[in-house]
């Protein structure tokens, strides 16, 4: 029963993957997609006691951020959503121009029931930022990941950076929280990227790039990630 139900999963994990290739990016839709994923960083910012430590956010590689991922209704713990992620040189907190992304699949651990979430992945060295180039990353397989800490104020130290290459929170029905999650497959979409940068653009050269001029519609993430990453 096990296997056959594993089989479902990734047959319908391939499913939306292949759909996602065929998806035609819309420019008006990925700019709304944006000014979510720029609302739910923001708001999660804006909590003193509950939010992504600062400490994190100043030393991190990337962040990915999927608003709204949605969970299958006929089967347990897959989900699917599409997203941004963004990475960061710690040095000098530059945040590079969003690159378009779909996660699927996976667990995302106990979410009281909800039908959707809003996912946030802090990607904490080079080197997991640069597995997600792969055509398919494995959150769990291919890079540690595990709940991550709470509190604006929270150290992020030696022993727990060490510990996962990348930390996963969650908001469902007005609570955040770090978040167990494995299986879950993390793709380009680069469609979206192609529509969004208006030519054929890959994915590294807008993650690690220094060519690309951020679009205007970006700007305002691109400051909230900025002041919620200045070292205290």
Same mark, same amino acid.
């Given at each position: 029963m096990k296997f056959v139900r594993l089989t479902?999963?990734?047959?319908?994990?391939?499913?939306?993957?292949?759909?996602?290739?065929?998806?035609?990016a819309d420019l008006s839709k990925l700019e709304k997609r944006i000014d979510n994923c720029e609302e739910v960083m923001r708001e999660v910012i804006q909590m003193p006691d509950k939010g992504i430590p600062t400490d994190? %956010?100043?030393?991190?590689?990337?962040?990915?951020?999927?608003?709204?991922?949605?969970?299958?209704?006929?089967?347990?713990?897959?989900?699917?959503g599409r997203g941004i992620v963004l990475a960061h040189d710690p040095k000098t907190n530059k945040w590079h121009p969003p690159a378009f992304f779909t996660v699927g699949g996976g667990s995302f651990g106990l979410q009281f029931g909800a039908q959707a979430i809003d996912l946030i992945l802090v990607?904490?060295?080079?080197?997991? !930022?640069?597995?997600? %180039?792969?055509?398919?990353?494995?959150?769990?397989?291919?890079?540690?990941?595990?709940?991550?800490? !709470?509190?604006?104020?929270?150290?992020?130290?030696?022993d727990l950076l060490l510990k996962a290459g990348i930390f996963s929170y969650s908001r469902t029905k007005g609570v955040f929280a770090g978040i167990a999650l494995k299986g879950a497959v993390i793709m380009p979409d680069k469609d979206a990227n192609h529509t969004y940068y208006d030519g054929a653009v890959k994915?590294?050269?807008?993650?690690?790039?220094?060519? !690309?001029?951020?679009?205007?519609?970006?700007?305002?993430?691109?400051?909230? %990630?900025?002041?919620?990453?200045?070292?205290?």
């Open positions: 479902i999963i990734s047959i319908l994990v391939m499913s939306f993957f292949s759909a996602t290739s065929l998806y035609a994190l %956010l100043s030393k991190c590689a990337g962040v990915a951020v999927f608003p709204y991922v949605i969970k299958g209704g006929f089967f347990v713990g897959a989900r699917f990607i904490m060295n080079k080197r997991g !930022l640069e597995g997600l %180039l792969q055509d398919k990353f494995t959150l769990g397989g291919d890079a540690a990941v595990a709940a991550g800490p !709470l509190g604006r104020n929270a150290s992020a130290d030696t994915t590294e050269e807008i993650l690690f790039g220094d060519k !690309l001029i951020p679009p205007a519609s970006s700007k305002e993430l691109l400051e909230t %990630l900025r002041k919620a990453s200045v070292k205290q």
